[in-house]
């Protein structure tokens, strides 16, 4: 019985991207970058992929037919007043806008960033709404609103509209978001594989309100399958503040609770801890962030490139079928974060 043939579906799955990427690479479309390219073209050769000579010439006789159509608009909305502002924002923000417009290249539309300029953030969705009709754009991504929006008035029925992130709002709309209670989960349980005992969680405070406890509720679930585990109380950090002003309250909270390693989204608790500067290891940190962490222990990096490409697959597939407004049982989206290795030493639990 022959072996079944290699396709383009098989190779997307093994190297983790749409077929689409995949075919683009193929094609050697200068789309892509060109490390992707290769990458892309070397696992296929690998995987044994050959092109099927008859369906090629079939995609090449269609595309000659094909007539150049305008490239379509999509609008991606954030809660800033100003690309300024979004340039000085958290880095998830840009990774969110470049796995989208990525994506959106690769399906053949463009991106316009739209920001919030009114002072009444509740209603700048009706300006922006009839800016959008004005221009003929139809698909909108809603890009992880800040808890200061708390309300976000907008005709829904004239859009096709898909979220990132943004749960305090409880819009009834497809959303697409990392796995931050899992990436919480996974750090709790590799912390308990290699013997601590005495675990806190140190959060923003902003984020657990829009990110709808996700961190805290991920690191009390997993815990609860360890009941040798000590758990401190959750250290709720303020945003906007400086390393140096995060450092007594995160010393004093340690030493209360007997803390040995400690599970945050802030990279910056590590300079507070001073392991930058002087090495230490107790307690341990492992940083669940946008930017990957290599710590001593540990740590998840969220995949937000990957929540912008999702998305914006998302919204081409509600555009392309008309879909528009609110939905009864709208899907959801979860993005696994990665788990980045700390160095062979570290990582053992220290002698006490």
Request: hydrophobic content about 40%.
């Amino acid at each position: 019985m022959p072996f079944p043939r290699t396709t383009m579906k098989d190779v997307a799955q093994k190297i983790g991207v749409h077929v689409t990427t995949v075919s683009l690479a193929l094609r050697n479309s200068p789309r892509l970058p060109a490390k992707t390219r290769d990458r892309i073209q070397t696992l296929a050769r690998k995987m044994g992929y050959h092109q099927d000579p008859m369906l090629s010439a079939l995609m090449a006789y269609r595309s000659n037919l094909a007539t150049p159509k305008i490239q379509p608009t999509v609008a991606m909305i954030f809660d800033f007043e100003h690309q300024l502002e979004l340039d000085h924002a958290p880095p998830e923000y840009r990774f969110f806008l470049a796995g989208v417009t990525s994506k959106a290249e690769e399906l053949g539309y463009k991106i316009q960033n739209y920001f919030f300029e009114g002072r009444s953030r509740s209603i700048e969705g009706r300006r922006i709404g009839r800016v959008l009709n004005s221009r003929g754009i139809k698909g909108v991504i809603l890009c992880a609103f800040r808890p200061r929006t708390t309300r976000f008035e907008f005709d829904w029925n004239q859009f096709s509209v898909v979220q990132i992130e943004n749960q305090h709002l409880a819009l009834p709309l497809p959303m697409v978001s990392t796995d931050q209670l899992m990436m919480a989960r996974e750090a709790v349980r590799r912390l308990a594989e290699q013997g601590y005992r005495r675990l806190g969680i140190a959060v923003g405070r902003e984020e657990e309100i829009y990110l709808d406890h996700a961190f805290t509720v991920g690191f009390y679930g997993e815990a609860s399958l360890h009941p040798e585990l000590k758990l401190a109380p959750p250290l709720l950090l303020a945003n906007g503040q400086t390393p140096q002003e995060i450092a007594p309250s995160l010393r004093q909270w340690i030493r209360r609770h007997k803390i040995e390693a400690i599970i945050s989204n802030w990279s910056t608790v590590s300079t507070s801890l001073g392991h930058g500067a002087s090495g230490r290891l107790d307690p341990v940190l492992v940083v669940l962030g946008a930017v990957p962490e290599h710590s001593a222990f540990g740590g998840m990096t969220q995949r937000d490139t990957v929540v912008g490409e999702r998305a914006m697959e998302q919204l081409a597939m509600l555009l392309k079928t008309n879909q528009t407004g609110c939905v009864d049982a709208p899907n959801r989206i979860l993005v696994p974060g990665e788990w980045i290795a700390g160095t062979p030493v570290a990582g053992q639990k220290s002698s006490r």
